[in-house]
Each structure stands twice: as C-alpha cells, then as structure tokens.
C-alpha cells in the first residue's frame, strides 16, 4: 500500500501506472523461474528454514524503512521486485516444507489459513495504516515505519515456526524431495 502512494507521488496517471505494475510483475515472472530453477535448492541446503522465515521479516521491515527514508521510484520498483521474487522463489517454497511435517489435516488447514486470511489481513492492515495516516495527517510516507516493528514480528514467527520443525526438518533438499516420491 505505502508504493502505491509513493507511485502517485511520481504523478502517474492510471493507464501509466497499470504499464509500470505489469511491467514488475513481468520482471518478477522472469525472474522467479530462474530462481526457483537454480537457487532455491541452494538456498535453503545452506541456510536453513530458520533463517530463510527470518529474513522475510526482516526484509519487509527493511523495506518499509527505506520507503519511508528514501520514497523513490527506482526503490519501490526494485523493492517490489525482490520481495515479490523472494516470496514466490524462496519463503513459498519453505512454508511448503514446513507445511509438509504437519499432519494432513493440519496441512491444509493451516495451508489456507495463511494464505488467505493472514495475506489479506496484511493489505487490509496495509489500507488501514494510510486511511490513519490521512485521517491524523501525517505524511503518508512515514507510515510504513508503524508497520516495519510488525513486518519484524514476522520474523519472530518464523523462528518459532522453525523450531517447530527443525527436528524433523531433512538434512538435505533433493533428499527430501526423492522421499518425498
């Protein structure tokens, strides 16, 4: 929501911003397949699923920061970009794995739960921050920063997610995936 003002801050009239959205989501489209391909694996072999659910937090916390420093166009376009790139390429792959320790109810349950109403909750909340920012006029670009200890909490989670699984979380990708089969 905080790019979507900073965007109008630039004056882009309707159709000009419809052409620079879809223009991200072709970059992020090209890019998470390639990702997805040759990274993720990597990834999360080296890292781990602690610190690939802790660096969601902490990126998005990053990134409501610099918007509300440095609110430029060039920033909310690479913001976009790698956020959305590492949610599709990355943190979507984990919460996969850590879906699959759970039991099959429990799985789809939780699944949906969090891919739907916590992701929506994120944009009503998101909406919610720049309707109080106008009500109570404070400049909409320092908004982001109420949201950024909240984006930090999703790191939190993360850890504690990640220590929910971590005893049965497999030593190694490919492995997992062949078991898997």
């Not at 879809?22 to 040759?38: A, D, K, N, Y």
């Not at 998005?60 to 956020?83: D, E, K, N, Q, R």
Request: glycine share 8%; with cysteine.
């Amino acid at each position: 929501m905080a790019a979507i003002d900073i965007v109008d801050q630039w004056g882009l009239e309707g159709s000009e911003r419809i052409r620079l959205f879809g223009s991200i989501e072709q970059m992020v489209t090209l890019l998470t397949l390639p990702t997805q391909l040759f990274l993720t694996a990597i990834l999360i072999n080296r890292l781990g699923v602690k610190k690939i659910l802790f660096a969601y937090g902490v990126f998005l916390s990053l990134v409501f920061c610099a918007y509300a420093f440095h609110p430029t166009m060039g920033l909310v376009i690479s913001c976009i970009v790698f956020l959305r790139v590492f949610e599709y390429g990355l943190n979507k792959p984990i919460r996969e794995i850590v879906f699959s320790q759970l039991p099959r109810n429990d799985r789809y349950k939780s699944s949906v739960f969090i891919d739907t109403f916590i992701s929506r909750l994120g944009n009503v909340s998101g909406s919610g921050f720049i309707l109080l920012a106008k009500l109570i006029g404070i400049g909409y670009v320092y908004m982001p920063l109420a949201a950024a200890p909240l984006a930090a909490l999703l790191s939190v989670f993360g850890i504690k997610v990640a220590n929910e699984v971590e005893g049965k979380e497999p030593v190694r990708v490919m492995q997992y995936q062949a078991e898997k089969r």
